[in-house]
């Protein structure tokens, strides 16, 4: 049971990980990490004392400040008050109760989870020992579902080791140990691997636990990640310790290497060990010769753990279920460590395929050789297999028939490096169980999946965590730690491509002398090409390596290819492709693909391609040599065209009365399709940070007109999903460039925009200066609906400074023009406008009048928008009336009309009075649940604004009681 009081408040502790408290099923906020470390070190203790200085020693290790005691006695207090709100400062509570020998907290086996796992260990013991083994695996079980993590979360809370700790620790793996071993006897052990898996994790020199886990992971079919451990294991404890494996260890590891054969032998005949020789091995001795022509491993293989994990999964489900040859195809770009990562597993592999291992180089992108012919490999196979070349057949189906014949009830691993097809590699493909095929590739192989089962990998740049420990791995933990900044930029400029990394590494090896800074600067001054990655040889230049992908395509992928570096954006579509090489769409996909399958080019969202930086330089280097000025300026006019193209007619959706002129289609230029709303948003969501990029390459090229132009497109949709920073950015950007282009319709409509996302800001008195001189610019140009809505944007920003009146006046002065001109959607918000200002005022019967000669036109248009802004007005209005339950009906109203145009901003700033009307109806539940929903929408935002009045609302957030609310926020 819980553990509970006479006052019936209720308490749940948690300290078999990251320590956890819940008050009647609220999570408690522990505040302070030395805070978490006492209370942690309360409930390991378990009910017991613990001495002022062991906490002392917790807290600080052998070096306490001064005021040690009185710190200590200051977080204890603390904790008894978030134990038990009101309690009076220095009171002694409930639970956390102070005595001589020290403090200690009450609780019992239904309030703290170590407690109940005792209570199940002990059950499940006696179970055991009185015969009941089915029970007392259930005992076991349910009490390693108790644990998360190590005692505490110490470690996370950065405290130095402990006894009342490790001592909690040690219990759990002794009953991770102990559960295993009953669930071996039982042949239960998958209820107990995951847990154990993470125990041994927590400790990966307790070679026991180690031991236990190997064994475990082979009785479970999964031999490949037993030996995988092993190795692990056995090479951290000499790294670490100076030590080899002990007896206990590397008796479960030749137990593991001695588990049968996983795929069954054919009938009527015997495992490896028996067999007789193969057809063919006639030649003396040849039987005896098992083939070993796996390359040497990488002697600093570095990263790729989950890559590591996701193949030894793959491995073992297919070894399970012994009806195929598990194939993984490995593919990437060049340069980012395909051959590596399957010469390591195949190393890592090699005693689970203990017939022999398998190795060729297709040549599939050697532009010095020709592609490996199926026929030649089977060939060397053969021989290897202890067939002499009189028996191989001449005809390639017989050869291949002949090749699976002989591995047929072997075990043997084959790697197929560098292959360029499927065709390449389907006549290399065992026939039966019992072997696994590892391949890699440059390409994607489809094929191979569709056809043979293979499970394709694709492999990613490092991440920077892994790009650091492999310059560390390779220069030594003294030099990198000596230059950290030095390391950043390096593994940012490799753009942490491990053969990058590699070429730079062995550079810095060769130039012991010169500090990382040195090199680092010295690929700065490289200012994007791929000068500082020259090696050597072929096998080492970058440049040459893409080259031997570039020389495989066509004349219009290899143009394309060149093109596309003058794309300034993340990423591209097939659309943007089209335009960029003046070609119609259908001949875009093909160009796409054709680049993907070479590696030059990655698929990385449905649509979406990107290229490597390094790639990219590479194309940049092409693109200047084979392409003249005249060509690459009209490539860049049509990418353009088709940003400024889609992005207008993207915008009508959002904002069907748009003021701009449309941009004059140009010949060869291909506009993505977008149908409605939705689709406008979504391609705008997708393509922002390109058209940002388009933009500031234009500003870059003096195109100050066609910057801001297609930055008006993209105004409606930033200030609707609240990218407020980023609008402003752009807008100054370009404001810039108009003045120096002496742009008098960009200046104007430029320092309007800025104002207006100044005012978004909450800088209204900017905003105000900026609307002015917008508004004698547009004077000057006698456009009239401008003049008007910068007269309703200076209604706005007045009453953004609480100036009622003010802004009255302004609204009045825009409507009248937008009536002269029919511009009834104006003239619908310049009277929500000035009915927010009469509410302001203290009058919100006036601004129901407005309201009520409003509503019809609303009614009239059947615009969304309109009537979210119009009932949003009208629960303003009912609210300061103290019509609560009216303004709530209309704050749903509008909320729901924002949702349905994906307005997000509106939306937000509908819930956030929403949840102001809910909780003065006494609903605070339903105010703290739309709260939420607007911090969630906003997650993925930086509208700061907006969300400080989100979280200002919810911290604040309260019960009608004045107790905090039921639920963690």
């Not at 796992?117 to 029970?135: N, Y």
């Not at 990966?204 to 475990?216: G, K, R, V």
Request: proline fraction near 5%; hydrophobic fraction near 45%; charged fraction near 25%.
């Amino acid at each position: 049971m819980i553990l509970t009081s006479d006052d019936e408040t209720s308490f749940c502790f948690d300290v078999l990980g990251p320590v956890r408290v819940w008050r009647q099923g609220t999570e408690l906020e522990l505040g302070a990490r030395q805070q978490r470390l006492i209370l942690a070190l309360l409930l390991a203790r378990a009910g017991q004392p613990v001495s002022v200085g062991d906490i002392v020693e917790v807290l600080w290790g052998g070096r306490p400040p001064k005021s040690a005691m009185n710190v200590v006695h200051r977080y204890v207090g603390a904790l008894r008050r978030l134990l038990e709100p009101g309690l009076p400062a220095r009171s002694g509570g409930r639970w956390l109760i102070g005595d001589a020998a020290g403090y200690r907290m009450r609780v019992d086996s239904g309030s703290l989870d170590l407690l109940r796992l005792r209570a199940l260990a002990g059950q499940g013991r006696s179970d055991e020992a009185a015969g009941r083994l089915p029970e007392a695996m259930s005992a076991f079980e349910a009490a390693l579902q108790l644990w998360r993590g190590p005692c505490g979360g110490a470690a996370e809370l950065m405290a130095g080791n402990h006894l009342a700790f490790d001592v909690v620790d040690h219990e759990c793996a002794d009953l991770a140990r102990e559960a295993t071993s009953l669930a071996l006897r039982l042949d239960r052990v998958r209820s107990v691997l995951p847990v154990l898996r993470r125990v041994a994790e927590n400790r990966p020199l307790d070679e026991a636990l180690q031991a236990q886990l190997l064994t475990a992971l082979s009785a479970d079919g999964q031999q490949a990640e037993a030996i995988t451990l092993h190795h692990s294991v056995r090479r951290r404890l000499a790294d670490e310790l100076g030590v080899d494996p002990g007896e206990e260890l590397r008796g479960a590891y030749q137990a593991v290497l001695r588990q049968p054969a996983a795929a069954p032998a054919r009938p009527g005949t015997t495992g490896s060990a028996d067999r007789g020789p193969a057809p063919g091995n006639r030649g003396p001795g040849a039987a005896t010769v098992l083939p070993a022509q796996l390359p040497a491993d990488l002697p600093y293989f570095t990263g790729r753990d989950e890559a590591q994990r996701r193949a030894l999964s793959l491995i073992n489900g297919h070894v399970m279920a012994q009806v195929s040859t598990p194939v993984l195809a490995i593919d990437g770009i060049a340069g980012i460590g395909k051959t590596s990562l399957a010469i390591h597993l195949a190393h890592q592999l090699a005693d689970v395929y203990p017939d022999g291992q398998l190795y060729v180089d297709l040549q599939g992108f050697d532009p010095a050789q020709s592609e490996l012919h199926p026929a030649v490999a089977l060939q060397g196979f053969l021989n290897a297999l202890g067939v002499p070349d009189a028996d191989i057949p001449t005809s390639d189906h017989a050869r291949s028939g002949l090749y699976r014949s002989v591995l047929a009830g072997r075990r043997i691993l084959v790697v197929l490096d560098n292959a360029h097809s499927v065709e390449q590699v389907r006549p290399l493909l065992p026939g039966a169980p019992g072997c696994l095929v590892l391949v890699s590739s440059r390409k994607r192989l489809t094929g191979l999946a569709a056809a043979h089962g293979a499970h394709l990998m694709s492999l990613d740049v490092l991440s920077p965590g892994d790009a650091r420990r492999f310059l560390s791995s390779r220069l030594g933990e003294d030099r990198t730690s000596a230059g950290p900044e030095a390391v950043d930029e390096i593994v940012e400029r490799c753009g942490r491509l491990p053969l990058a990394l590699a070429m730079v590494a062995a550079r810095a090896l060769i130039h012991a002398d010169h500090p990382l800074i040195e090199i680092a600067r010295e690929l700065r001054d490289a200012q994007g090409s791929l000068d500082g990655f020259c090696g050597d040889d072929m096998s080492s230049d970058i440049r040459a390596i893409f080259s031997w992908s570039y020389r495989k395509l066509g004349a219009g992928a290899a143009r394309a290819f060149r093109l596309l570096s003058l794309h300034p954006g993340p990423d591209v579509t097939v659309p943007a492709m089209a335009s960029l090489a003046g070609v119609p769409l259908a001949e875009a996909r093909l160009l796409a693909g054709e680049l993907v399958q070479t590696g030059l080019l990655r698929e990385h969202t449905v649509g979406r391609y990107t290229a490597h930086d390094l790639i990219r330089a590479y194309a940049q280097e092409l693109v200047r040599l084979h392409e003249d000025d005249r060509t690459r300026d009209r490539a860049f006019d049509r990418l353009v065209s088709h940003y400024r193209q889609t992005a207008y007619h993207a915008d009508l959706y959002l904002r069907p009365a748009i003021v701009l002129d449309p941009p004059e289609p140009r010949e060869a230029v291909v506009t993505t399709r977008v149908d409605d709303d939705k689709g406008a948003i979504a391609w705008f969501a997708a393509e922002r940070q390109v058209i940002k990029a388009v933009i500031q390459r234009e500003i870059e090229y003096g195109h100050a007109t066609s910057a801001w132009r297609l930055a008006a497109s993209l105004q409606r949709y930033v200030l609707r999903e609240g990218w407020w920073h980023d609008w402003a950015a752009v807008c100054r950007a370009c404001l810039q460039a108009a003045v120096v282009a002496g742009d008098d319709p960009g200046r104007a409509f430029l320092t309007r925009a800025l104002a207006g996302v100044e005012h978004n800001l909450g800088d209204h008195e900017s905003a105000t200066s900026l609307l002015q001189q917008s508004l004698d610019l547009f004077v000057l140009l006698g456009d009239r609906l401008q003049e008007a809505m910068v007269y309703h944007l200076l209604g706005q920003a007045s009453y953004g400074r609480q100036n009622y009146l003010e802004s009255i006046a302004y609204l009045e002065r825009a409507l009248p023009i937008f009536e002269s001109l029919g511009e009834q959607n104006r003239q619908v918000m310049c009277h929500c406008w000035i009915g927010s200002a009469r509410t302001g005022l203290g009058r919100p019967d006036l601004c129901m009048e407005v309201l009520e000669r409003a509503e019809p036109i609303v009614d009239s248009l059947g615009d969304l928008e309109l009537r979210a802004h119009f009932s949003y007005t009208r629960a303003e209005c009912l609210h300061a009336a103290g019509d609560l339950s009216a303004a709530l009906t209309d704050w749903r109203i509008a909320a729901a009309a924002f949702e349905q145009i994906n307005y997000r901003v509106g939306l937000v700033d509908t819930l956030l009075h929403e949840g102001d009307t809910a909780l003065a109806l006494g609903d605070a539940a339903g105010a703290r649940a739309v709260w939420q929903r607007a911090r969630d929408l906003l997650a993925s935002q930086q509208n700061l604004p907006l969300m400080r009045q989100v979280q200002e609302r919810l911290s604040r957030w309260r019960a009608p009681d004045g107790v905090r609310g039921a639920g963690a926020l």
